[in-house]
């Protein structure tokens, strides 16, 4: 009788396992266990890139709203608490408000007389009288020295913003700046002709070009509409393209589309 060849198994079993229709078993003499460890290391790195695409828009998101609740509303919390406890000192000294011991804090308590606050000023504000009384708190503020061209020059970028519904970036140019032949991305914010239009005796129009990777800082350049190039890009993709320093390249791959590559990669 003829003896039935034997054959060595391998001890990796990949069969059943997430890689196991991607990476071929090592053979018997176990050469192809270098290219296996490459190829472990290679889905891996996927893998990583692919979760971390995933969760770090969700994490920058969770980490500004906390800081908004944390600062906006932590801000005002440590300030209704502070007033609270001068009125329990008031009433110590003054035994007829000894009623104002009454008035406990509780936390968070600041932020929701914040929002009490505003839904109920947007209330008022709605109606005649209340437009009125508001007008009148506006133009005592508008007197007073100092204070009156803050809360003007506040003011005005609040009309201008509600006045364009939020859009105070028209459109996405390309300028020359700070020399010729060097080119950057800027934003179109106002077509009006104002002061500095009338003094220079020239048609221009404002460009506010932000810094990278803090776009909120910048420049504001006013040129002429001729020598600007009107870019086809949305506002959302010409911060992006700022925000990378230029790694973003709009039109040629979404966040989506690189994990969906990724994702068909590792299966392949």
């Not at 969700?58 to 600062?71: D, E, G, H, R």
């Not at 839904?119 to 008022?124: A, I, K, N, Y």
């Not at 006045?163 to 700070?178: I, S, T």
Request: glycine letters at 8%; aromatic letters at 12%.
């Amino acid at each position: 009788m003829s003896k039935k060849k034997r054959t060595k198994k391998s001890p990796i079993k990949l069969e059943g396992t997430h890689f196991g229709g991607a990476i071929r078993p090592p053979k018997d003499d176990y050469t192809d266990f270098p290219s296996f460890i490459k190829s472990f290391l290679r889905h891996f790195r996927r893998y990583l890139i692919t979760g971390l695409l995933v969760w770090v828009p969700l994490f920058v998101t969770l980490w500004v709203s906390w800081w908004f609740i944390t600062k906006i509303g932590g801000g005002m919390n440590s300030f209704v608490k502070g007033r609270i406890e001068n009125l329990h000192e008031l009433a110590d000294r003054v035994p007829s408000l000894d009623f104002l011991n009454t008035i406990q804090y509780f936390p968070w308590m600041g932020f929701l007389i914040a929002i009490a606050l505003f839904l109920s000023t947007g209330l008022f504000a709605r109606y005649l009288v209340g437009r009125k009384i508001i007008a009148t708190l506006e133009l005592i503020v508008a007197n007073i020295p100092f204070i009156n061209r803050i809360y003007l020059a506040v003011q005005q970028i609040r009309d201008v913003v509600v006045g364009r519904k939020g859009a105070v970036f028209q459109d996405v140019v390309a300028l020359e700046y700070p020399r010729p032949g060097l080119m950057v991305v800027g934003f179109i914010t106002s077509r009006e002709q104002g002061i500095i239009q009338k003094s220079t005796g020239r048609n221009m129009v404002a460009v506010f070009v932000p810094t990278t990777p803090n776009p909120t800082s910048g420049f504001l350049l006013y040129a002429h509409e001729e020598e600007l190039t009107i870019l086809d890009l949305n506002v959302e993709d010409a911060m992006k393209l700022i925000v990378s320093a230029g790694a973003f390249i709009p039109g040629v791959e979404s966040a989506e589309d690189a994990i969906a590559k990724l994702s068909s990669d590792s299966d392949d």
